[in-house]
Each structure stands twice: as C-alpha cells, then as structure tokens.
C-alpha cells in the first residue's frame, strides 16, 4: 500500500478503500475505520453517491463488530436516506436488514422480523450483482433468530426458500469452491434442530445423516442442538473433544468458538451426571471469558494507539511531502521547458541535416542518371534483334517502339504540347497496338513516360543552363510551375531549387 501511494496512479478514494478493507479482513477494525472515514471524506465520495454508499457499508460492519450501536445507527440512517434518494433497492434492501437487525438485539422483534423481510423481498427483486450472497447471508440470520425464538414452522419455511436460493444458479454468481457444499451443510444442521424440537423425529434423524455425509468437521458446533435434544450427550462430548484438539493443535484456544465448546462439555457432562467434570468446564469457561474479556480491551487499547501513531505519522508526512511537492514542481518545470527548448532545436537540427545529405545524395545520382542517358545518346543505335526462326513478329515490334521512342526524342522539345494522339498519328500505328507496345516495352503508360523525358530534360536543363529560372525550365518542357515542381519531386525526389543547389556541392557527398 505504500508503493501504491508513492506511485500515485489510484486515486485516494480506492486506496482508503483497499487499505481500509485489508485492516478489515485481518482484524484490525479500528484502524479500518481510520481509512474508510478517510474515504467518505473524500471527492469520490463526496461526489459520488454510489462510492459513498459503498464506504457506509462497510462503516456499518465495523461498527457492528465494534459493539458501537450509536455509530452503526448513525451510518444505517444515513444509508436508509442516501439509498432512497438515488432508488438504489440493493444498499436501501442492506440498510433495512441492519436497522432489522439492530432491533431484534434490542428486543423488538417483531420490528425487527418486518425489516427483516421487507429487506429480503427488496433483495429477491433487484439485478445487484451480490444479490445471492446477500439473501444466504440473509435467510441464514433470520433463521438463527427463528431458532432462537422457537419459531420453528417460521424457520422451516424460511430454510426451504434457503435451500431454493442455494439450489439455484443463474451464471452471475462468483464461483467459490465449497460454498454451495458449506451452505447446505449448515441448512441439514438447522432443519434438524427445527424438527427434533418438533418432536418430528424422523425427519430429524433424515437430515442428521444428510449432515453427516458432507465429512468435513468445520461447522459440526451447528448440529450440537440437535444432539441434546434427541439425547446424544456422549456425542456431544466427542464432537466437542474433537473440536477442542483441532483449536489445540492451532494455537488458538482463546476465542468465541472455545466459550461455546466449554458450555456445551460443561452442560453435557452435567445432564449424565458427571458433576466433577461438568464443574470443571464450566470454571473453565468462566476464565476463558475473562481471558477474551481482557484480550478484548487490550487489543481495543493496541488498535486505538497504533491508529493515532499512523494518523500523526501521517499528518508529519504529508506536511513535508506538500513542502517537497512544491520546490519539485517549480523545478521540474524549469528542467522540462529547457529539456523541451533543448529536444525542438536537435530535431529541427537533425532534421535540416537528413534533408540536406539526402538532397546531396539525390543530386549526384540525378546527375550520374543524365550522364549515363548522354552515354547512351552517343552510342549508334542497337540493331534489330535476329530473325525469329517462326517468323518476324518479335523483331517488328522492337523496330516499331524503337521507332516511336525517336519520334518522341526528335519532337517532345520542339513541341511541348506533343500528345498521344501525334505521336500515334506520325508512327502510324493502331492505338490498341501503341498502348500495347508501351505496357511491353516499359511497364508504364504513355503519360508517364512522357513526363519522365521531360523530367530528365528538365535536370539536363538546371544542370548546365544556370542562367535559366525554374520558371523558365518549366515552360521549356511544356509544364506550368506547380505542375514541373510536383512532377519533379515524384522522379527524382528533389525539388528543382534543391538539385540545382547542391550540384556545386556534389564532390562532398558520401559514398
């Protein structure tokens, strides 16, 4: 959570949140009170009434295992209100359930059984994406209640629409290996309680077996009820024995579990009449309630002065890390505008050299491209390929486009509107066979041969005719400016100014 923090790439809101719920998950309530507070206080609570709800949730928790019935009321009512104002049915369905629940330990039950159901109705009609979670975590309470209360046909009728709720799956729920085993485990336990105080024994046994076939001996306390009354002390004894020897062999003896393996050895011991041993569990009992009494009271003190340390500690940090955060800035500004100035004149500078070596590297091959064509303007005219042995087809066609290349050379300068249509006129030559010879010959069309004579003649031009203007060039090969420029700089690469400036330049350039 530190590095978190130091990173700063969350917000102070999921940070309070998930620190808040570490402390939360490992027991240090108080200190998770410290966070979520932190959070409520924040703009994305503030600002946000989902997240605000979301923190007095947990509020609620931490107060209720806290023992701190002021604070919890304070937070449901404001849950009650905040849920109704945005017609959120989950929070407003969760807010009723403790305000339920907070009137059933004060001793209005039926209240407390009318919030109770209401919030399970506003639950079973929402798409919240917890809603399962919740209506077990709801039905597994009301039932114990029920229990408590003697209501049995009540707690029947609620068990089947657990079971029903267990039972289902409709894809949305999050997967978690073991539950629906550890639920119906738990629903076996309480129906064999309802219906051995029934008097429906037989039922009773049926779902004691059901218990049974599960193995596993986590929640075994649950079905202890039912032993006593269908009279199996001697199982109760082994059961709890049992239990004692795992919370032994853990390390942990002091804990609620162990008060009610104390109570239950104690009064099991006591009903066969072993007086001696029952008076001993329950001396027993009574000084592991003192024991987890003092625990209590000491962990309180621990959890309350470590929360004040970290608050200080905190105050401390932030002073010097607002005072840092300050002189950083101003000096980080500085360094990025002079880091910024620095990299735009490299760039700019890299940039002008790049175009400026390749404009030189542009030029000599332009020039070594018109030396070449004047060595080839010089040689005599190659002669026509041989014969072919089946006929003369081949031969012709070579001697027609060379044929049509001169009448090109001889009349594109002296006419540099020469068209097409001229040169098909002055070689005599069907039209169909003229693109055909191109295709063949060149792999390009008419127009762009053409364009590429002028663009040689045109570097011929600025190469050795320094007293001519671009403009002057231009017209000389029958193009305007804006056309010679865009044609140019699509053949050689170069713009016409670029490749006359860099001809006096040429014997610098690299091979």
Same mark, same amino acid.
């Given at each position: 959570?530190?590095?978190?923090?130091?990173?700063?790439?969350?917000?102070?809101?999921?940070?309070?949140?998930?620190?808040?719920?570490?402390?939360?998950?490992?027991?240090?309530?108080?200190?998770?009170?410290?966070?979520?507070?932190?959070?409520?206080?924040?703009?994305?609570?503030?600002?946000?009434?989902?997240?605000?709800?979301?923190?007095?949730?947990?509020?609620?928790?931490?107060?209720?295992?806290?023992?701190?019935?002021?604070?919890?009321?304070?937070?449901?009512?404001?849950?009650?209100?905040?849920?109704?104002?945005?017609?959120?049915?989950?929070?407003?369905?969760?807010?009723?359930?403790?305000?339920?629940?907070?009137?059933?330990?004060?001793?209005?039950?039926?209240?407390?059984?009318?919030?109770?159901?209401?919030?399970?109705?506003?639950?079973?009609?929402?798409?919240?994406?917890?809603?399962?979670?919740?209506?077990?975590?709801?039905?597994?309470? $009301?039932?114990?209640?029920?229990?408590?209360?003697?209501?049995?046909?009540?707690?029947?009728?609620?068990?089947?629409?657990?079971?029903?709720?267990?039972?289902?799956?409709?894809?949305?729920?999050?997967?978690?290996?073991?539950?629906?085993?550890?639920?119906?485990?738990?629903?076996?336990?309480?129906?064999?309680?309802?219906?051995?105080?029934?008097?429906?024994?037989?039922?009773?046994?049926?779902?004691?077996?059901?218990?049974?076939?599960?193995?596993?001996?986590?929640?075994?306390?649950?079905?202890?009820?039912?032993?006593?009354?269908?009279?199996?002390?001697?199982?109760?004894?082994?059961?709890?024995?049992?239990?004692?020897?795992?919370?032994?062999?853990?390390?942990?003896?002091?804990?609620?579990?162990?008060?009610?393996?104390?109570?239950?050895?104690?009064?099991?011991?006591?009903?066969?009449?072993?007086?001696?041993?029952?008076?001993?569990?329950?001396?027993?009992?009574?000084?592991?309630?003192?024991?987890?009494?003092?625990?209590?009271?000491?962990?309180?003190?621990?959890?309350?002065?470590?929360?004040?340390?970290?608050?200080?500690?905190?105050?401390?940090?932030?002073?010097?890390?607002?005072?840092?955060?300050?002189?950083?800035?101003?000096?980080?500004?500085?360094?990025?505008?002079?880091? $910024?100035?620095?990299?735009? $004149?490299?760039?700019?500078?890299?940039?002008?050299?790049?175009?400026?070596?390749?404009?030189?590297?542009?030029?000599?091959?332009?020039?070594?491209?018109?030396?070449?064509?004047?060595?080839?303007?010089?040689?005599?005219?190659?002669?026509?390929?041989?014969?072919?042995?089946?006929?003369?087809?081949?031969?012709?066609?070579?001697?027609?486009?060379?044929?049509?290349?001169?009448?090109?050379?001889?009349?594109?300068?002296?006419?540099?509107?020469?068209?097409?249509?001229?040169?098909?006129?002055?070689?005599?030559?069907?039209?169909?066979?003229?693109?055909?010879?191109?295709?063949?010959?060149?792999?390009?069309?008419?127009?762009?041969?053409?364009?590429?004579?002028?663009?040689?003649?045109?570097?011929?031009?600025?190469?050795?005719?320094?007293?001519?203007?671009?403009?002057?060039?231009?017209?000389?090969?029958?193009?305007?400016?804006?056309?010679?420029?865009?044609?140019?700089?699509?053949?050689?690469?170069?713009?016409?100014?670029?490749?006359?400036?860099?001809?006096?330049?040429?014997?610098?350039?690299?091979?």
């Amino acid at each position: 959570m530190k590095e978190l923090r130091k990173r700063g790439n969350l917000s102070p809101y999921t940070l309070d949140m998930t620190e808040g719920d570490l402390y939360y998950n490992t027991g240090n309530t108080h200190l998770a009170l410290k966070f979520y507070n932190q959070a409520l206080d924040s703009d994305s609570a503030r600002l946000n009434p989902r997240n605000e709800m979301k923190v007095l949730h947990r509020l609620i928790s931490c107060y209720g295992y806290l023992k701190l019935d002021a604070q919890k009321s304070e937070r449901v009512e404001l849950l009650l209100k905040k849920a109704k104002e945005c017609g959120d049915r989950a929070m407003h369905s969760t807010a009723l359930f403790e305000l339920g629940k907070m009137m059933y330990y004060q001793g209005e039950n039926e209240r407390a059984y009318k919030y109770l159901y209401e919030a399970l109705s506003m639950m079973e009609n929402t798409d919240y994406d917890l809603k399962y979670d919740n209506l077990r975590y709801y039905y597994n309470t $009301i039932v114990l209640y029920l229990l408590w209360d003697e209501r049995l046909a009540e707690a029947l009728d609620a068990l089947d629409k657990l079971e029903a709720t267990i039972l289902s799956e409709t894809g949305k729920e999050t997967y978690m290996s073991g539950l629906k085993e550890k639920e119906l485990k738990r629903l076996y336990a309480n129906r064999a309680v309802a219906l051995a105080r029934l008097n429906r024994t037989e039922e009773a046994d049926k779902c004691y077996r059901k218990f049974l076939s599960f193995g596993d001996s986590k929640d075994n306390y649950l079905i202890v009820p039912y032993l006593f009354k269908r009279g199996r002390y001697d199982e109760v004894i082994k059961l709890n024995a049992e239990r004692e020897k795992e919370y032994a062999a853990a390390g942990d003896t002091i804990n609620y579990y162990m008060t009610s393996i104390r109570h239950s050895l104690g009064r099991a011991h006591f009903i066969k009449g072993d007086y001696k041993e029952a008076a001993l569990q329950f001396a027993r009992l009574a000084e592991l309630r003192d024991s987890l009494k003092a625990r209590e009271q000491r962990s309180a003190a621990i959890s309350l002065a470590t929360a004040y340390d970290l608050s200080r500690k905190n105050m401390q940090i932030e002073k010097d890390a607002a005072k840092l955060r300050v002189r950083n800035i101003l000096l980080w500004t500085m360094s990025a505008i002079v880091l $910024i100035l620095a990299f735009t $004149i490299w760039q700019i500078w890299r940039h002008h050299l790049i175009i400026k070596r390749n404009n030189r590297i542009q030029t000599r091959i332009i020039e070594e491209l018109l030396e070449s064509k004047a060595r080839l303007k010089k040689e005599k005219n190659p002669p026509l390929p041989e014969e072919n042995p089946a006929g003369n087809s081949t031969a012709d066609e070579c001697s027609d486009f060379a044929h049509i290349c001169r009448l090109i050379d001889d009349n594109l300068f002296r006419e540099p509107k020469l068209s097409r249509d001229d040169i098909i006129r002055m070689a005599r030559i069907p039209k169909n066979k003229f693109a055909q010879l191109f295709k063949e010959n060149t792999g390009m069309s008419f127009t762009d041969y053409v364009n590429g004579k002028r663009m040689e003649h045109a570097a011929y031009l600025l190469k050795n005719n320094p007293q001519f203007t671009i403009e002057a060039i231009a017209k000389e090969v029958g193009l305007s400016n804006a056309q010679f420029y865009k044609l140019f700089q699509k053949e050689f690469g170069i713009t016409p100014s670029a490749f006359r400036s860099n001809l006096s330049t040429n014997d610098l350039v690299e091979k």
